[in-house]
Structure formats: C-alpha cells, structure tokens
C-alpha cells in the first residue's frame, strides 16, 4: 500500500502547480486525505485536509484562498491546486491518507496512517 505523490517543479512567484497523489494497493475513498509540507530548515506543516465524502476542506491560513484540494475517489486521487505561488510556499509537499474509513477529517498529522514520497516545490521570486 502506498501513495503516490507527482506534479511538483519550479515555477515562478505568481505561478501555479497542481499536485496529485494516487493511492495504490487499497482504496482510500472512504478515508480523510491531507497535504503536508517540509520548508528546508522547517518543521512538517499541515496544508490543506479533505474529508473522505469531499464535501468538507481545510486549509492552513498561511494557503487560503491560494490553494484547493479535491478529490476524485473512482481515480483513488486527491488533488492540491496551488495558485498564486510565492516562494515562501517552496517546500517538498507530502500527500497522506488517515486509515480510519469514515473518520472525521484531521490537520494532525500524527494522526495520518499512510504517506506519500513527498514531491518538490520550488517558487522562485
């Protein structure tokens, strides 16, 4: 079982990216999804949640109103659209799955059962 995280690059400030993270070996429809990040010389940060029907989201302040997740469970997939980068936002993004079906959705990511392999943001100013 693992999650399968890609579409990270460089990209300049005011740019976008979108991210997508496919979960392979179990479905994970029924599961909460999150996207972390990890700044050089940072600790892990929570960046945006979606619950596992899709009709509920999250986001760090810090991305609101810049960044969308979304889901689309009969792909097993969870997106992040990144909108108006700015370099502060460079980090390598990690995708994560809560292994509890039906749960409620959490920023905590301790409380993420499975995670991807992380992907490579950069945004140059």
């Known amino acids: 079982v693992q999650l399968q995280a890609c579409g990270g690059g460089l990209v300049q400030a005011g740019g976008s990216l979108r991210l997508s993270c496919a979960g392979l070996g179990r479905a994970f429809s029924s599961n909460a999804m999150g996207w972390f990040r990890r700044a050089p010389g940072k600790e892990r940060e929570f960046v945006a949640a979606?619950?596992?029907?899709?009709?509920?989201?999250y986001y760090a302040d810090s991305v609101k109103g810049r960044f969308h997740i979304s889901r689309d469970n009969a792909k097993n997939t969870v997106y992040l659209q990144m909108n108006s980068l700015k370099p502060e936002d460079t980090a390598v993004y990690y995708c994560a799955a809560d292994g509890t079906s039906w749960g409620d959705t959490t920023t905590q990511a301790d409380e993420y059962d499975y995670w991807g392999q992380g992907t490579q943001v950069t945004v140059s100013s």
């Open positions: 979606i619950s596992w029907t899709g009709r509920s989201t």
